[in-house]
């Protein structure tokens, strides 16, 4: 029997040893947005009134801009993909020591993250990545149920050119292919149309591009939770709107261990009263010294 593991954006920002420095978080000053508008001309060129509420909250600021562009993200969406591209880990980085502890043989890692910390952090070590449940020899399972910057419709670069997709429920449906770290780089260049399959960060994260892919990955994380006898959740808001997570843990018969910080046990402590999730427990914990705590309770397991 698998446990599971769900990592968020407090895991890449807390994982320490990255290249130029850690992913920043959603809001503020200093946030996922404040940063993305030094790196994307489109982040720059939104109204100023839509740039102050990306700052103040992310998802309301993309819920408006969305509104505003009548629904032509993709240009926005390729910047996101490649600003998060470009982060990189270094050997010290805590994905790294979480992959070494907790070994890959019994344990499902999933991530809500778009960046490829963890898959970079699995090839320094030897190992690929395997975007499935099923085993390979030297392949680390992962599931990225809000898709990411690599997944890119598999079509050849310069299929499209000069296209604009608008107001439709889905703007692409194609099958996906993984690329590797440079390709998504490259792609994120050449590519004058599309995106990679990733949700909108904003609430409902509806997914525009190739969202039969990014479904079938949170049909297997679903499945995965059902039958997990353990889920370590680290680095993740107890946001209850994304019932995609939280619903599915609450009905889960594994025992939950979410790992937060003290401003986190309010919310934690709200969803287990109104789903009634009775062996769900908050352990006050950073990512990097929540893998500990994991690697001692699979031992026990």
């Known amino acids: 029997m698998v446990s599971l593991v769900l990592l968020g954006a407090g895991a890449s920002y807390g994982s320490a040893d990255v290249v130029p420095h850690p992913p920043p978080l959603g809001n503020g000053a ?9 790196h994307s001309v489109i982040a720059r060129s939104i109204p100023e009134g839509i740039r102050q509420e990306f700052r103040d909250s992310f998802e309301r600021g993309m819920a408006q801009y ?34 070494e502890r907790l070994g890959i043989h019994r344990v499902v890692y999933s991530t809500l993250n778009y960046d490829l ?3 970079l952090s699995a090839a320094s070590l030897g190992f690929d990545i395997q975007y499935a449940v099923d085993k390979v020899p030297r392949h680390v399972r992962l599931l990225k149920p809000h898709g990411s910057c690599n997944f890119w419709p598999d079509t050849p670069v310069d299929m499209l050119r000069g296209c604009t997709f608008a107001g439709n429920g889905a703007d692409i449906s194609a099958p996906v292919r993984p690329l590797d770290h440079q390709q998504t780089l490259r792609r994120c260049v050449d590519d004058d149309s599309l995106s990679p399959a990733i949700a909108m960060y904003a609430e409902g994260k509806a997914v525009k591009v190739c969202p039969e892919y990014v479904e079938a990955q949170q049909n ?4 995965t939770a059902a039958k997990a006898r353990h889920v370590f959740v680290s680095g993740v808001r107890v946001h209850q709107a994304d019932g995609h997570i939280w619903e599915v843990l609450a009905k889960s018969p594994a025992q939950v261990t979410y790992f937060g910080l003290k401003w986190d046990l309010d919310e934690f402590h709200s969803w287990k009263e109104a789903t009634g999730k009775k062996n769900a427990y908050f352990v006050e914990s950073d990512f990097s010294s929540s893998i500990g705590v994991m690697e001692s309770r699979l031992a026990g397991i």
Do not use: V
């Open 30 to 38: 200093n946030g996922l947005f404040a940063r993305l508008e030094a």
């Open 66 to 99: 969305y509104e505003h562009a009548n629904g032509n993200i993709m240009a926005f969406q390729r910047d996101l993909a490649a600003y998060l591209a470009h982060f990189t880990p270094g050997p010290a980085n805590a994905y790294r020591t979480l992959i």
């Open 117 to 119: 910390l963890f898959e």
């Open 220 to 223: 297997q994380w679903k499945a």
